[in-house]
């Protein structure tokens, strides 16, 4: 442990930042608390610095989190992935980018979450978490789906896009005229099928799944 009090020294020359946190990894419990209890003790007294005690605490690997990322265990080793407090910071930021009553054009609209993706999934690329990207996608889907529901407004447009899609005459008037809620004609078979990931591909949305599998071939 000395060692280690020493190598936090020399890492950083004796300065730290105004706030500065780090984790610190062992193999038990006991083990942890033992280490929270030397390092505080350490910086408070030979740094002569204050330590949040709020803010430190001893957790699992898989409720931790740093920089954005926290672990998983397999039966054979430890995986990093992304925490879920994150894939909840990026799904708040994709609501407000497909807000309906936001008035810009859909063009402009990919744009500006293509930005947010890439920077993004760049970051968060190295961890495994395919699943998370999955409903991450699956949700902005649902998003632009109810956006483009929307701006056909009238029934009338709603029959003729629908018909460009493939469907049916007497399916579009039957979907063209239907009282449900956004949320649930987004989610409908129609709308799934024609309003798929192709289509929204083809107006140029960063397709986050097939950059993330490009990263991990063997997932």
């Given at each position: 442990m000395r060692e280690y009090h020493v190598r936090i020294c020399e890492r950083l020359r004796g300065r730290f930042p105004g706030s500065t946190r780090f984790n610190i990894y062992v193999k038990t419990a006991k083990a942890a608390e033992r280490v929270k209890e030397g390092v505080g003790k350490?910086?408070?007294?030979?740094?002569?610095?204050?330590?949040?005690?709020?803010?430190?605490?001893?957790?699992?690997?898989?409720?931790?989190?740093?920089?954005?990322?926290?672990?998983?265990?397999?039966?054979?080793?430890?995986?990093?992935?992304?925490?879920?407090?994150?894939?909840?910071?990026?799904?708040?930021?994709?609501?407000?980018?497909?807000?309906?009553?936001?008035?810009i054009s859909m063009d402009h609209r990919i744009l500006r979450i293509n930005q947010l993706l890439q920077g993004w999934i760049n970051y968060f690329g190295i961890s495994k978490s395919k699943?998370?990207?999955?409903?991450?996608?699956?949700?902005?889907?649902?998003?632009?789906?109810?956006?483009?529901?929307?701006?056909?407004?009238?029934?009338?447009?709603?029959?003729?896009?629908?018909?460009?899609?493939?469907?049916?005459?007497?399916?579009?008037?039957?979907?063209?005229?239907?009282?449900?809620?956004?949320?649930?004609?987004?989610?409908?078979?129609?709308?799934?099928?024609t309003l798929n990931n192709n289509y929204f591909k083809q107006l140029g949305l960063f397709q986050l799944l097939e950059r993330y599998m490009s990263k991990h071939p063997s997932y």
């Open positions: 350490f910086i408070e007294k030979k740094l002569k610095l204050r330590v949040n005690k709020e803010k430190t605490k001893v957790k699992t690997p898989t409720k931790a989190k740093i920089l954005g990322f926290s672990f998983w265990k397999r039966p054979s080793n430890w995986v990093i992935r992304i925490a879920p407090s994150s894939v909840i910071k990026l799904k708040a930021k994709l609501k407000v980018l497909t807000k309906r009553s936001w008035g699943s998370a990207i999955v409903g991450i996608e699956e949700l902005l889907r649902t998003r632009l789906r109810v956006i483009r529901w929307k701006e056909w407004k009238r029934t009338r447009t709603k029959i003729r896009e629908l018909v460009k899609l493939g469907v049916s005459k007497g399916l579009a008037y039957q979907h063209a005229n239907t009282r449900k809620s956004y949320t649930r004609i987004a989610h409908s078979p129609i709308l799934m099928t």
